[in-house]
């Protein structure tokens, strides 16, 4: 059964960080993680190509998180520093078996539960 178990997350103030882990069941071709605030739409915020572990960020995020991945075990982690309260919201690991040349395409199929991250000013 295909299925990605997020952990991680929680409360910290501007300035602060946090890093959220997905283990995944299945290897898959991209992986990544979304955030969705409250009245917003689901955003893309960082992505890795699990064959090379090349990696692709919205530029909300760059220079601030981080995602990588551990192969073996068959997890990815977003390391996320400088926090601002902008960043807070629903966190999902995501993940898709499909190579279409590019993994900061939205066409995902597996998603995690989600995570709350709230900054605080």
């Known amino acids: 059964q295909v299925q990605l178990v997020e952990s991680g997350g929680g409360s910290v103030q501007a300035g602060g960080s946090l890093r959220l882990s997905c283990v995944a069941t299945?290897?898959?071709?991209?992986m990544g993680w979304f955030r969705q605030a409250p009245e917003e739409e689901r955003e893309g915020v960082a992505f890795i190509y699990t064959s090379t572990g090349a990696t692709t960020y919205a530029d909300s995020v760059k220079g601030r998180f981080t995602i990588s991945q551990d192969i073996v075990a068959n997890t990815v982690t977003l390391q996320m520093n400088s926090l601002k309260p902008e960043d807070t919201a629903i966190y999902y690991c995501a993940a898709r078996f499909a190579w279409d040349g590019d993994c900061s395409r939205y066409t995902y199929v597996y998603w995690g539960q989600g995570l709350q991250v709230t900054v605080s000013s």
């Open positions: 299945a290897r898959y071709t991209c």
